[in-house]
């Protein structure tokens, strides 16, 4: 069974830029969760999505949003980029919504640049 | 608020014992195990609920007490295989909070 897929794998912005990032989940998981990882502050924690509804919000400003569709596919956008953006997002998915969260599966990550 | 990791570095020969700790400030509920190999996705290792259970996963194995707040990896017998970035989740307040991590490597 295909893991879980992200999208683009790798690109760069300039400051000020908008991005849009694309998770796609295995076949059948309906939590969707994203993670910020920079060689200094590890995993950070964005937001979790289940059945198109953000159940869990981490510390990040208002630039940073994102969605779940109907498929269980998730976006998330970071607009206004800054420098200090620049990092690897990460999507994990898990077959149910539970606490605590069972075992997610991530997948390999979009590495942004902001210049 | 992140759980606390030590020792950030470690470098092991292959075959020596390695013990990843991970300590949090706040109450626990449970505590989840990540290793991350350098450019893939960080894999599942397992997951402790308070109770002070210890689990294994092959010569991994796992501790946590609640009452410290702490949870501790061992690695026996390391091999080669097990070179990669250790993480420790916390769960609290309805968010998986992870430490820094934890860089191991096992050499020859």
């Known amino acids: 069974k295909a893991g879980v897929t992200q999208t683009p794998r790798y690109l760069i912005k300039t400051r000020g830029q908008q991005v849009t990032l694309s998770c796609s989940p295995i076949?059948?998981?309906?939590?969707v969760s994203w993670y910020q990882q920079t060689p200094g502050q590890g995993l950070q924690f964005l937001f979790e999505y289940f059945s198109e509804t953000q159940r869990n919000k981490g510390n990040f400003p208002g630039r940073f949003s994102g969605r779940q569709f109907s498929n269980s596919r998730s976006e998330m956008n970071v607009s206004t980029l800054e420098l200090g953006d620049s990092a690897l997002y990460l999507c994990?998915?898990?077959?149910?919504?539970?606490?605590?969260?069972?075992?997610?599966?991530f997948g390999e990550g979009s590495r942004l640049t902001v210049l | 608020q992140q759980p606390v990791q030590s020792p950030q570095a470690v470098i092991l020969r292959e075959g020596e014992d390695a013990v990843i700790n991970c300590s949090s400030s706040?109450?626990?509920?449970?505590v989840h195990w990540y290793r991350q190999k350098h450019g893939e996705a960080p894999i599942f290792l397992m997951i402790l609920l308070k109770g002070g259970e210890q689990k294994g996963h092959d010569k991994i194995s796992a501790s946590f007490n609640e009452k410290k707040q702490q949870s501790s990896l061992y690695l026996t017998a390391s091999q080669l295989s097990y070179s990669g970035t250790y993480f420790c989740g916390t769960f609290g307040g309805n968010k998986l909070t992870f430490g820094t991590g934890t860089q191991l490597k096992v050499e020859l």
């Open positions: 706040k109450a626990l509920y449970s």
């Open positions: 076949s059948g998981h309906r939590s």
């Open positions: 994990a998915s898990s077959l149910v919504q539970t606490n605590p969260p069972g075992e997610l599966f």
